[in-house]
């Protein structure tokens, strides 16, 4: 009933143009801000996900600059190493994503 007695209200006194503006223009920034976070989200995901295989060449390349012979037992070696860690490093991902929705979730309750 209140917002109806509201709506009346605005109504009456022709401010439904510039409240409709405004509210237009919270939208379209919300959106921008919602795009924005989309995208930072896909990229964090997407070098995530690239970030052990970019490990793993730059340490065989190190490897390679210092002189050591890359041996099959060698790559191998460090390709196991560089999965075993990969699992650990995928939840620590997931767990700032949900520490920060978290954040901007408490930050709307304000």
Same mark, same amino acid.
């Given at each position: 009933?209140?917002?109806?007695?509201?709506?009346?209200?605005?109504?009456?006194?022709?401010?439904?143009?510039?409240?409709?503006?405004?509210?237009?223009?919270?939208?379209?920034?919300?959106?921008?801000?919602? $795009?924005?976070?989309?995208? &930072?989200?896909?990229?964090? %995901? @997407?070098?995530?996900?690239?970030?052990?295989? #970019?490990?793993? *060449?730059?340490?065989?390349?190190?490897?390679?600059?210092?002189?050591?012979?890359?041996?099959?037992?060698?790559?191998?070696?460090?390709?196991?190493?560089?999965?075993?860690?990969? $699992?650990?490093?995928?939840? &620590?991902?997931?767990?700032? %994503? @949900?520490?920060?929705?978290?954040?901007?979730? #408490?930050?709307? *309750?304000?």
């Amino acid at each position: 009933a209140q917002v109806l007695d509201s709506f009346k209200v605005l109504k009456m006194y022709g401010w439904l143009p510039a409240v409709f503006r405004r509210l237009e223009s919270m939208r379209e920034r919300e959106l921008g801000h919602a $795009a924005l976070y989309l995208a &930072l989200r896909a990229f964090s %995901s @997407a070098a995530s996900y690239c970030s052990p295989t #970019l490990a793993m *060449l730059a340490t065989l390349a190190v490897i390679r600059d210092d002189g050591k012979p890359l041996t099959a037992h060698r790559v191998f070696l460090i390709y196991n190493i560089i999965n075993l860690v990969r $699992a650990p490093l995928g939840g &620590l991902a997931i767990g700032v %994503s @949900a520490i920060i929705d978290g954040r901007s979730a #408490l930050r709307r *309750l304000d």
